[in-house]
């Protein structure tokens, strides 16, 4: 063979004529001509093999010259055929290359298929890759979803044969076909042809998908023998940047390719060049865009994840990156150091290098838990948390690291506060110490065994010498004197002082004769120089160099100096102490006493580390306590996944039974009513995972383990607690769990004290049984003889809360309850429930028990739930209880009148009131209250829905009875009937509802009925506190005059006076705070008569204790929002609450004004008034607190036209303010607005209202700051705008209204435009005279008035009100209730609602 084949550089250059001997195209088949040539091409294969290529690569070639008008089958036909010899080629080539006898001609043969044939099939597989890639474009998925079924089989087959040609290409060149070439030396153009056939295919977006692994790993290794073989380092180090840069999903591709690359073909130096190249990469260059700075950083993540330990030597480059702009590489930076940390440098066989470095790389990760980018800092947390799970934190970290990631749950980002809160939980989940004990319980062990440590310390100390002098401290002390011998020694000396010196060398010679070593002459050189000898410590030093001239100690005077010798002295006097410290003691430590020394530090290094433990584990609990403290709180975030999160770290906590970790699982409780339904499932899986599944080996076990954690969350549980745990507790019982059966049994056996069990977790048990018998009635109603007689039998008024909690647990099973519908489910009177209850009651009326009204209130709601005839029964309670505490007075020696007779019993026991005890009569009137709003309760719930339910079973009947008429007319009177019935429907109710309206006016407090009886004697007590003073009796007697009102409109007339009395002038708060909630139901109910006494109300919001002002606060919310009260000017005192002292308060407040604010334009119609309020001088506000409060109120104005009026009322209000202080607070509200450029032209426009107040500097700086605040981002005319106004503004203030308004200053304004006269000409001017009426309006009024008057408002002249006092003497007691002139009269009559939306629970 004459030619050889040189691999082109473009496809073309195979038709234009060669250099010599090189081989050039002949014959460029056409298309036509095509099939029948690949025929015999495969023939030619067939009988030649491999080498048939030589013959017929003209006809291969064709096919690539007209590749775009070729059929896919010819092209498909050659590429099998080309795969065919490329296989052939690698099958044959072995034999060839180990034979030593191979002719030049045969090489050369060899040489040249090898280069035609991968030539070929790699330029077809790139014209193949290109043409599937544009199909797949083409024929791309439209809306229909529908893809193209040519291109779709196309697509499919081409991803089939494409591994094909690259596993024949992979055994052709893991060959060692080097030795075909000349000098081995391959040609770069060969190599090129391979290579770019493979990052071609690359450049596929679906090359990194599953299906293609195949393909990717044969491209992988590819490049990897091209890499290992054929010297492609470089190049593939430069194409894998360049990629990255271009194509952003190859990052996880090239990181699995380097990884094996320098794993498995031990090519290692292509992480250094990789590296290298993206760490060379500037700041600015990575900022631009299109650099591919996500695809670097992609990159370099995932190869630290594949092979730590080889990016160690490379991660210098990259630790530039830190200082860097793209937050994308710190990230990355910052998780390939996490990995080499978990992974590599991690374990305690580190050696110092390993250590250093380790250290170095957790002081930079701690570095970036302060990035300014949120990214970074959430990602460092991120690979923290993996640190600390991987148990590759050292120890001595933990508690800075943790401190740190407390300091990020305050992150303004909530995926930092999200990864530190993930942090938290891996800590509390993976640490060294015992998180089951509080920093409280630590605190005594640590004193205790840091006293011991100290006591052990001073032991020791007292054991050792007095006076222990180091061999550093006497070379010091004799060092200057030692310098000056050496340096006379060594100096120039006479002839006498040379022989007196060599007769005393002779001396020293013989008495150091018996040194005969190194070492013995130097503990000899140190006893000269401890006794002061240094001439003969010089001599004997010199000397011993020429007689031990290898001897390390002595190898320095080889160059005999001052200093060196000075050196070697020290060396030998330093290092020879610990060799000759026992020659300076008299008698050497006995092996005993060494012993005893040994054991003795060893116990001292032993509690110096129980003592750092201790300290540690203190640490670590007061960390997490703080932790627990502010992740609790982020319970109630508005973001979701914060909350998901915080509830997820409660979880962990309390399953490590970390110290106080049931507060946050308790708190997050009630966030099962959250209408966000991630939040409440979040809550429900949480409560689930802790308590419904339990661990154990048998049912039996499993259910006692959930009683026992349920009954611990019940104990000291709040009732909100309480309600919330019933939803949770009802799903697992309307669940089918095997467990139901079993954990109802181990309740009624912890009721019933079957087993030994604490009061605390019987009542528990009780509790959990009525939560069971919401889902299944039965649990409670089959066993109501069991609570009967347990916890309302004879030993009842042992524990008052027992029986408590027993009835709630027995109501859970009546209709209120359970809103069952039918007949309704009651029990009879003579049940033996309700006499125990009569009873009980009865019993306790007399008793003093503190637990006795509250055990009294569920028992009188529980009859009127379950008892028919309940009012007969309670009356017969009161008759009964009335009876008890006449014969209380009999007993006291009183002779009691006819006590049948219960008016006059009842006047009686209140003449004689000093007798009876208060307590006793102040459960009196609390039963006959309690007794009163139930029959209230019961007549307007149960009897009404009784009603209409036997009306509803009437019409029912009816209408069987007449039997179905026909359908024709039925149709044509459908509508008419329909409209008929509905009004039948509607008379009934308002029949019904006024049946019962007239039943609760005249029958209730009738005289023949017993609840008048008391009535006399609650306003007798309410109206006299001299005489009965009592705080219980006083609160009970409020309390229940209160219910008493809730009967009829009449009677709260009546007493509504005494009641406001009462609430202005109590002594008590707890009586002030009953009666601020009482009138707000009270409001509800009878709104026409509450609307007038509105403002006494408000009154209560500056009462000066801060339960009753809490209580107001939360008193008026709940009015206000639901629109029970008109919102007024008096929400002013809402406000003043925002400074409140007590957190609490503040908290309601803002909660008052936030819910406000979603009301359209309340708090923007509000503000004038709240303005001239709170600027009143006799309020004596001080300016601090008027911006405060105005601040959060201006921060609900956000939409522009609000602004924008705002912004003239207030200018408006200058002119009629008369204090200097409230400009001060008008310019301040102005200052405060989010002033827009609408708002900015209406403050020019209202130039003239304020411009005369600008001299002081309380008006001139608010001003000048709007200016400040409009000037920043405003386009460049705005901004003149702005600094004209500032000028105008500046020369006002500086140089007086006056001398600034001048005749020129009108002619500047008017070449400006006229702007000035404009805004002059309509500002609205001060109304003089009569104000002028707007369109529609009859007369003037506040809203009438507009904005032209900032009056101070002035209070209201009243009739000068009486002085009511408090006085045991009182003769009548109706001088503690207000005048008649005092009384509010009605303003603004309040439309009554349907008595169905004020019926009450």
């Known amino acids: 063979m004459s030619w050889d084949f ?30 029948s040539c690949l025929s015999k091409f495969k023939a030619a294969l067939r009988s030649q093999g491999p080498l048939c290529i030589l013959e017929h690569f003209d006809t291969a070639y064709s096919v690539l010259q007209h590749c775009n008008s070729v059929e896919l089958g010819v092209k498909e036909d050659t590429l099998e055929l080309l795969v065919q010899v490329v296989s052939g080629l690698a099958a044959s080539l072995p034999a060839l290359l180990v034979s030593t006898s191979v002719s030049a001609a045969e090489r050369k043969e060899k040489l040249n298929a090898v280069k035609m044939s991968v030539y070929l099939l790699c330029k077809l597989t790139e014209t193949l890759e290109s ?114 840069q271009h194509f952003e999903q190859l990052s996880s591709v090239f990181a699995q390719a380097v990884s094996v690359w320098s794993t498995e073909y031990g090519i290692r130096a292509i992480i250094g060049e990789v590296i290298r190249e993206i760490g060379q990469k500037s700041s600015e260059e990575l900022a631009r865009e299109g650099s591919g700075v996500k695809a670097f950083a992609s990159f370099l993540s995932e190869l630290g994840a594949l092979v730590p330990e080889l990016m160690i030597p490379n991660i210098s480059v990259l630790i530039t990156h830190l200082e860097g702009e793209s937050h994308a590489m710190r990230v990355a930076v910052c998780e390939v150091l996490g990995e080499i940390l978990v992974r590599v440098l991690c374990g305690d066989g580190l050696d110092e290098s390993g250590k250093a470095d380790r250290d170095r790389f957790f002081d930079t990760l701690q570095e970036h838990l302060h990035d300014t980018h949120s990214h970074v800092r959430a990602r460092v947390l991120q690979v923290y948390t993996r640190i600390v799970n991987s148990k590759a934190l050292p120890l001595c970290r933990y508690s800075e690291v943790m401190e740190l990631a407390v300091g990020r749950l305050m992150d303004k980002s909530i995926n930092v506060v999200k990864s530190a809160i993930q942090l938290l939980a891996a800590f509390i989940a993976h640490n060294p110490y015992s998180c089951k004990l509080s920093s409280a319980d630590l605190k005594k062990p640590l004193e205790k065994e840091t006293s011991k440590l100290r006591e052990m310390k001073e032991k020791l100390e007292g054991m050792a010498p007095v006076a222990v002098i180091k061999a550093s401290e006497l070379w010091a002390a004799m060092e200057p004197e030692l310098l000056v011998t050496v340096r006379t020694e060594l100096g120039p000396t006479s002839e006498a002082e040379k022989a007196q010196q060599e007769e005393d060398d002779g001396r020293d010679v013989e008495e150091d004769e018996e040194a005969e070593d190194d070492r013995a002459t130097a503990v000899k050189i140190a006893q000269y120089l401890r006794v002061n000898k240094y001439r003969n410590a010089v001599h004997l030093c010199i000397r011993a160099h020429g007689c031990f001239p290898e001897s ?23 290092g020879s102490d610990e060799d000759a410290s026992e020659l300076s003691q008299n008698l050497p430590p006995t092996p005993q006493k060494e012993g005893e020394k040994e054991g003795e530090d060893g116990e001292l290094k032993k509690q110096e580390m129980l003592v750092q433990y201790l300290r540690d584990t203190e640490t670590f609990a007061l960390q997490v306590e703080r932790a627990i403290s502010v992740i609790n709180s982020m319970l109630y975030w508005k973001t979701t996944s914060v909350v998901q999160e915080a509830v997820q770290f409660c979880v962990t906590v309390c399953e490590f039974s970390v110290a106080n970790s049931v507060s946050g699982v308790r708190k997050m409780l009630p966030l099962v009513w959250s209408t966000d339904a991630a939040i409440k499932d979040a809550v429900v899986q949480a409560y689930r995972r802790l308590y419904l599944n339990p661990q154990g080996d048998t049912v039996r076990m499993k259910a006692q383990t959930l009683v026992d954690s349920l009954s611990e969350l019940m104990v000291d549980a709040s009732l909100g607690t309480i309600q919330c745990l019933e939803e949770i507790v009802q799903e697992f019982f309307g669940s089918s769990s095997n467990l139901q059966s079993t954990v109802v049994q181990v309740l009624w056996e912890r009721f019933t004290v079957k087993r030994e069990t604490s009061v605390l977790h019987r009542r528990a048990a009780v509790l959990l049984l009525g939560m069971a018998a919401r889902a299944e009635r039965e649990v409670v109603l089959s066993n109501l003889d069991t609570l009967c007689s347990v916890a309302l039998g004879e030993k009842v008024t042992e524990d008052f809360l027992l029986a408590r909690d027993s009835v709630i647990t027995i109501c859970s099973i009546t209709d209120h309850v359970r809103q069952s519908k039918g007949a309704p489910f009651r029990l009879p009177q003579d049940h033996q429930l309700f006499t125990c209850l009569t009873q009980a009651i009865a019993e306790g009326v007399v008793m003093e028990d503190p637990y006795w009204q509250s055990f009294m209130e569920q028992a009188v709601r529980l009859i009127y739930f379950l008892a028919e005839s309940p009012d007969q029964l309670c009356s017969r309670l009161l008759q009964r209880s009335a009876r008890l ?17 219960m008016q006059d019993g009842s006047q009686e026991s209140s003449e004689q009131g000093e007798q009876v005890s208060c307590v006793c009569l102040a459960q009196l009137l609390a039963l006959c209250g309690c007794v009163a709003f139930w029959q209230v309760s019961h007549l307007e719930r149960s009897v009404s829905a009784e009603l209409r339910r036997r009306r509803g079973e009437t019409e029912e009947r009816e209408e069987k009875e007449k039997g179905p008429s026909s359908k024709a007319k039925q149709a044509a009177n459908e509508s008419a009937m329909e409209e008929e019935l509905g009004l039948i429907g509607a008379s009934a109710e308002d029949t ?18 017993l609840l008048c009886a008391f009535l006399p004697l609650l306003v007798r007590v309410c109206s006299s506190p001299g005489r009965y003073s009592h705080p219980q009796l006083t609160t009970a007697a409020c309390l229940a005059l209160s219910q008493y009102m809730m009967i009829s409109p009449s009677v709260c007339e009546e007493n509504i006076r005494l009641m406001f009395t009462v609430l202005e002038r109590s002594a008590f708060p707890v009586v002030r705070a009953n009666a601020i909630i009482a009138l707000g139901d009270l409001t509800v109910r009878f709104p026409n008569i509450l609307e007038p006494w509105t403002q006494n109300l408000y009154a209560r919001l500056s009462d000066e204790v801060p339960s009753v002002r809490q209580t107001a606060v939360t008193v008026l919310t709940q009015l206000v929002l639901k629109d029970v009260l008109k919102v007024k000017g008096q929400v002013s005192e809402v406000a003043v609450l925002l400074i409140d002292p007590d957190p609490h308060i503040t908290s309601l407040a803002l909660n008052f004004f936030n819910e406000l604010a979603t009301k359209d334009n309340a708090i923007y119609n509000l503000l004038p008034d709240i303005i001239s309020r709170l600027s009143d001088p006799e309020r004596g506000m001080t300016s601090e607190d008027f911006n405060t409060i105005m601040k959060q109120l201006f921060s609900y104005i956000t939409k522009e036209r609000q602004t924008e009026s705002l912004v003239e009322k207030l200018c408006q209000r ?60 405003a386009k460049a005319q705005f901004k003149a705008q702005v600094d004209e106004f500032e000028k105008r503004l500046t020369a006002v203030h500086t140089r007086g209204l006056e001398n600034v308004e001048s005749p020129e200053m009108d002619e500047e304004n008017q070449k400006e435009g006229g702007s000035s006269e404009k805004t002059v000409m309509r500002t609205p001017l001060p109304a003089r005279g009569r104000p002028r009426a707007k369109r529609g309006q009859a007369k003037p009024s506040v809203s009438g008035r507009g904005n032209d008057s900032f009056v101070t408002p002035q209070k209201s002249r009243k009739s000068k009100k009486p002085m009511i006092t408090f006085s045991s003497d009182e003769e009548d007691e109706e001088d503690a209730v207000m005048a008649e002139s005092e009384t509010p009269k009605v303003t603004t009559p309040i439309a009554r609602t349907s008595r169905r939306a004020r019926l009450r629970n």
């Open 1214 to 1273: 200058f002119r009629t303010a008369k204090t200097e202080r409230q400009w001060c607070d008008l310019a301040m509200s102005l200052s405060l607005l989010s002033m827009c450029e609408r708002g900015f032209k209406r403050l020019q426009e209202c130039w003239e209202c304020y411009s005369d107040k600008l001299t002081e500097p309380g008006v001139y700086q608010p001003l000048l700051s709007i200016t400040a605040k409009l000037r920043r981002g």
């Open 885 to 901: 505490i006449l014969d209380q007075i009999a007993e006291g020696g009183e002779v009691n009148k006819d006590a049948g007779q």
């Open 992 to 1009: 019904e509802a006024e049946l019962i309206r007239k039943i609760c006016e005249t029958e209730l407090l009738a005289e023949e009925n």
């Open 6 to 35: 040189i691999v082109p550089v473009c496809v073309g250059d195979l038709v234009k004529t060669g250099g010599i001997n090189q081989y050039v195209v002949q014959d460029v088949v056409s298309p036509k001509h095509l099939p």
């Open 552 to 574: 390390d100690m002595f190898a320095s005077l080889s160059t005999l100096t001052p200093e060196t010798l000075m050196y070697t002295l020290a060396l030998i006097f330093k």
């Open 131 to 244: 043409d599937s890639y544009r199909q797949s474009i083409v024929t791309a998925p439209g809306k229909g979803g529908k893809k193209g079924k040519a291109g779709g089989e196309g697509l499919l087959q081409w991803d089939s044969e494409r591994e094909k040609v690259l596993q024949a290409l992979v055994q052709l060149l893991q060959l060692d076909i080097r030795s075909l070439w000349n000098l081995s030396l391959v040609e770069e153009e060969f190599i090129s042809c391979v290579t770019c056939c493979c990052y071609k295919l690359l450049e596929n977006p679906t090359i990194g998908h599953v299906k293609s692994k195949p393909t990717r790993d044969c491209i992988i290794h590819l490049l990897g023998v091209q890499i290992k073989k054929y010297n492609h380092l470089l190049g593939a180090s430069v194409k894998v940047i360049q990629l990255l």
